[in-house]
């Protein structure tokens, strides 16, 4: 990696566990999960899933604890909005790849739409 890295760029990264030295395919990164409503993207560099709500306000109540995990992680999520329906894909785009911070972001929206569930808005 520290090919693709100028040195001034090298410190931003500092907080990311090192990557193995080779990878045989990106099939091997990131490890799929083995029960989850996540998928590894068609290309294998994200990680994807559709939640399906109820109705429109139970959707934006969602969207506003994307908004808030994207300030407090420091981590955008892609995502997108139609109906009742919200499409995320995360990915660490500075590496290309899906990370441990992805990881996370998607066990903290998986109990995030849960959440909203079980709160029956």
């Not at 590894?40 to 959707?59: A, M, Y």
Request: aromatic letters at 10%.
């Amino acid at each position: 990696m520290d090919e693709y890295l100028q040195d001034s760029d090298r410190s931003r990264y500092d907080f990311l566990p090192p990557l193995r030295e080779t990878l045989d395919s990106y099939n091997e990164f990131p490890v799929s999960p083995v029960s989850s409503d996540w998928a590894s993207s068609s290309c294998g560099k994200k990680l994807e899933r559709q939640f399906t709500f109820p109705n429109v306000r139970s959707r934006n109540a969602f969207v506003l604890d994307i908004m808030e995990l994207e300030s407090s992680f420091g981590h955008h999520v892609d995502y997108n909005v139609s109906d009742a329906n919200v499409f995320i894909a995360l990915q660490t785009k500075d590496l290309g790849m899906v990370t441990n911070l992805d990881l996370e972001c998607s066990r903290r929206l998986s109990d995030c739409a849960a959440d909203v569930h079980r709160s029956a808005l």
